[in-house]
């Protein structure tokens, strides 16, 4: 269900060519062709969202999923995403659906969709999946409903944003997961994910921050090619110094998937030493992700070290906070946004 799109401007009316300006690659397309993303296109000299409205996979997840755990923890979220993507990353897990260049899906208007979250017991919504800034049009019109209907929205993303994408998810995103690969390093999103500089992902986590939405980032740790500790070490610096100690920071253990079948999940010793680092220069929620049972699922006090929230995979065992999310044990304000359901 083609819809035209809010992020794009017109280049030269006469050849019908215009630019996106949803994500950096800013694709520049004449009439009848689409973008790297696959969903959008130049129809007649006018940039259209063809995937407006179709839905590719959705489901009710936890929200520690996405992950966002100091973000309404205990809460469930209506996901959904369509096909396509910004990037082209050789080891994604979701690769049958970000890499298809074919449009599918079933309809799912916004109207149907907070529907559905409100009738399945969601407390919010989540864009995710694929990269939910190359369908940022669809994604506001249901997370502007969703809010009407008290529904919070997040989103999981690469953080491959233009300024124009910011100044439109800022609008009504109330979190984000920022998915780093390999620390954010240059060379490895050049190598394995088809992108050629990762600075407008710093620049929007600085942005996103500054107005207000709340961001958990995550990073994926690659053996042998994304796992260097030192880029581990630089990353926990930047992200004390851009976006405070308390930002949570989740490390996930890779697993074997689409064009990288080759090589082994990540070690966990590797893991625990990417945790080691990252709180030497300052970062107090570290998390280890994809390894149920770690003692760094847990969220501890910042101040004391008592665990706050117990948890197992995806689930949470176990809640030590007062009603106005402090530390029952030394009375330090935790820094979780909203309260648990």
């Not at 401007?9 to 994500?23: P, Q």
């Not at 851009?242 to 070690?267: A, C, I, K, W």
Request: some cysteine.
């Amino acid at each position: 269900m083609p819809k035209e799109a809010t992020l794009y401007r017109v280049v030269d009316t006469a050849r019908k060519l215009v630019e996106c300006t949803a994500c950096p690659r800013r694709c520049k397309l004449l009439d009848g062709q689409y973008g790297f993303c696959g969903i959008r296109w130049n129809f007649e000299g006018r940039l259209y969202l063809v995937s407006h409205g179709l839905a590719i996979a959705v489901a009710i997840d936890p929200i520690e999923k996405k992950p966002l755990y100091h973000f309404n923890p205990g809460s469930l979220v209506f996901s959904m995403s369509t096909t396509g993507c910004s990037w082209g990353c050789r080891f994604c897990q979701n690769w049958d659906i970000s890499q298809r260049r074919v449009i599918a899906g079933w309809k799912l208007p916004p109207e149907l969709a907070v529907k559905l979250a409100t009738a399945y017991g969601a407390q919010g919504m989540t864009y995710t999946y694929n990269e939910p800034i190359i369908f940022l049009e669809y994604a506001y019109d249901v997370g502007i409903l969703a809010k009407k209907h008290g529904l919070f929205n997040t989103m999981v993303t690469n953080g491959y944003m233009t300024e124009e994408a910011i100044d439109l998810v800022v609008r009504f995103m109330d979190a984000a997961t920022v998915d780093l690969k390999g620390h954010g390093d240059r060379e490895f999103a050049r190598k394995f994910s088809m992108v050629y500089d990762t600075e407008p992902i710093f620049n929007a986590l600085t942005e996103l921050k500054r107005k207000g939405v709340f961001v958990e980032v995550t990073d994926l740790v690659v053996p042998r090619y994304g796992d260097d500790i030192d880029k581990a070490r630089k990353l926990a610096r930047w992200i004390v110094e851009n976006l405070g100690p308390e930002t949570p920071v989740h490390f996930l253990r890779f697993h074997s998937d689409y064009q990288m079948m080759e090589l082994p999940s990540t070690p966990i010793k590797t893991l625990e030493k990417h945790i080691e680092v990252a709180k030497d220069e300052g970062l107090k929620h570290v998390y280890i992700g994809n390894v149920p049972g770690h003692q760094f699922e847990n969220t501890y006090c910042a101040n004391c070290g008592k665990t706050l929230i117990r948890r197992m995979g995806f689930d949470i065992l176990e809640v030590n906070l007062t009603d106005d999310l402090r530390c029952p044990y030394c009375g330090y304000r935790a820094n979780i946004a909203c309260l648990l359901y």
